[in-house]
């Protein structure tokens, strides 16, 4: 979000609109700005048409605030969940890119802060919700049931939740918006598993992806980065993809 309203260029002149964070604004980047400033939202908004403007050669547009953001906490802003927020602003962002060219995607990111869903109708059913989680337990498939006491304690420890929590907010996001919103899969396992020379739990994986299929997903976006690839690396790749191509693919043949 902050690219389209740098505090570089504006927290001197307007320190009004950026975020309140216990009791101080500041120009923090990992911060939300007040989006209960209609100057600082009318601002954001002409800066993102502009941007959309300028890349006609962009197909798509995914916006989404930083990693572990914290949003507004001044009293107007508070009188609304941040899910809420999140979806109210997403909203506004998709209507100011579709303004532009009123064909391309838009979807939002349920993730870290943004994870929780907002209430029911609130969202633009034009827009594709990506759900995200990390550091989630592959040893078990993302529906077992033992999900609600088995996970990742390196992660939990690091403030990360649990399976289970992000196990109910993807089901709040499906039981509200399944129906109406095209929702993907943000997955990051082969980012998590470029760290060291280790293979996919592909047995995991074909059981989450078949369950995906079945629930009504549209696909699953892979986040994949490193700098120092492995043995493993093209291998994962090679046998995530053709599973995304075809879900139903035979794992012992891959």
């Given at each position: 979000?902050?690219?389209?309203?740098?505090?570089?260029?504006?927290?001197?002149d307007?320190?009004?609109?950026?975020?309140?964070?216990?009791?101080?604004?500041?120009d923090?980047?990992?911060?939300?700005?007040?989006?209960?400033?209609?100057?600082?939202?009318?601002?954001?908004?002409?800066?993102?048409r502009?941007?959309?403007?300028?890349?006609?050669?962009?197909?798509?547009?995914?916006?989404?605030?930083?990693?572990?953001?914290?949003?507004?906490?001044?009293?107007?802003?508070?009188?609304i969940?941040?899910?809420?927020?999140h979806a109210?602003?997403?909203?506004q962002?998709?209507?100011?890119?579709?303004?532009?060219?009123?064909?391309?995607?838009?979807?939002?990111?349920a993730?870290?802060?943004?994870?929780?869903?907002?209430?029911?109708?609130?969202?633009?059913p034009?827009?594709?919700?990506?759900?995200?989680?990390?550091?989630?337990?592959y040893?078990?498939?993302?529906?077992?049931?033992?999900?609600?006491?088995?996970?990742?304690?390196?992660?939990?420890?690091?403030?990360?939740?649990?399976?289970?929590?992000?196990?109910?907010?993807?089901?709040?996001?499906?039981?509200?918006?399944?129906?109406?919103?095209?929702?993907?899969?943000?997955?990051?396992?082969?980012?998590?598993?470029?760290?060291?020379?280790?293979?996919?739990?592909?047995p995991?994986?074909?059981?989450?992806?078949?369950w995906?299929?079945?629930?009504?997903l549209?696909?699953?976006?892979?986040?994949?980065?490193?700098?120092?690839?492995?043995?493993?690396?093209?291998?994962?790749?090679y046998?995530s993809?053709?599973?995304?191509?075809?879900?139903?693919?035979?794992?012992?043949?891959?």
């Amino acid at each position: 979000y902050m690219q389209f309203l740098p505090a570089k260029r504006y927290f001197r002149d307007h320190p009004e609109w950026f975020a309140l964070i216990d009791g101080q604004r500041s120009d923090v980047q990992r911060q939300t700005f007040c989006t209960s400033s209609k100057q600082a939202l009318s601002v954001f908004l002409g800066n993102l048409r502009q941007y959309v403007k300028a890349v006609p050669e962009v197909d798509r547009f995914d916006l989404f605030p930083e990693d572990g953001c914290k949003w507004c906490e001044c009293a107007r802003c508070r009188r609304i969940s941040e899910p809420d927020h999140h979806a109210i602003l997403a909203n506004q962002m998709a209507k100011t890119v579709w303004s532009v060219y009123p064909d391309k995607p838009f979807s939002i990111l349920a993730y870290s802060t943004c994870r929780a869903a907002p209430k029911p109708g609130l969202l633009d059913p034009a827009i594709e919700i990506m759900f995200c989680w990390w550091g989630r337990d592959y040893s078990l498939p993302f529906n077992h049931k033992n999900c609600a006491i088995h996970y990742d304690r390196e992660y939990n420890d690091a403030g990360h939740p649990a399976c289970c929590i992000q196990q109910r907010d993807f089901g709040d996001w499906l039981k509200r918006y399944g129906k109406t919103n095209s929702m993907v899969v943000f997955e990051q396992h082969l980012c998590q598993s470029i760290r060291g020379p280790n293979l996919l739990p592909v047995p995991v994986l074909d059981r989450d992806y078949r369950w995906f299929q079945s629930i009504g997903l549209s696909g699953i976006v892979h986040q994949y980065f490193g700098t120092t690839p492995t043995w493993t690396s093209a291998l994962n790749c090679y046998v995530s993809v053709r599973k995304l191509w075809n879900p139903r693919e035979n794992v012992r043949k891959l």
